[in-house]
């Protein structure tokens, strides 16, 4: 399954990757599997404009949370599906997850060395 990729100038007039990375964390065979998981933050050779790795993974635990929180007061089957990213009571944290996620910063214009790493680890 592919990791989502935005780009982090634009990171925050979207929610599109939180929902799509809930989607994929929650999926049965993703977590049963407990599958490493790359946010590739592109773009991050725009300095001035992209938002800090930290940033974006700040922002994606704070997205996830409310998703998590809002999944679990919908029905029961939401609220399993849910729970796989830990009990609503605690803030969530992706170091917190049963899957690694990593939040790396990439430039297609050619610092790829986080990306490289993720790719190369052993598992």
């Known amino acids: 399954m592919p ?3 935005r780009d ?3 990171f925050l007039r979207r929610v599109e990757a939180a929902e799509e990375l809930f989607e994929v964390l929650t999926h049965p065979n993703v977590s049963r599997r407990r599958v490493p998981i790359l ?3 592109n773009k991050m050779d725009l ?3 992209a938002h800090s790795v930290d ?5 994606i635990e704070k997205q996830l949370d409310t998703m998590r929180k809002t999944r679990t007061s919908l029905s029961p089957e939401a609220a399993a599906k849910a729970s ?3 009990p609503a009571s605690k803030p969530l944290t992706l170091a917190g997850l049963r899957n690694p996620v990593t939040v790396a910063g990439v430039s297609a214009k050619g610092d790829l060395r986080e990306l490289h790493s993720f790719l190369s680890a052993k598992r």
């Open 55 to 59: 940033f974006v993974r700040r922002t």
């Open 8 to 10: 982090a100038p634009v």
């Open 84 to 86: 796989v990213l830990g």
């Open 39 to 41: 946010l590739a933050c």
């Open 47 to 49: 300095e001035t404009q």
């Open 3 to 5: 990791a989502p990729f």
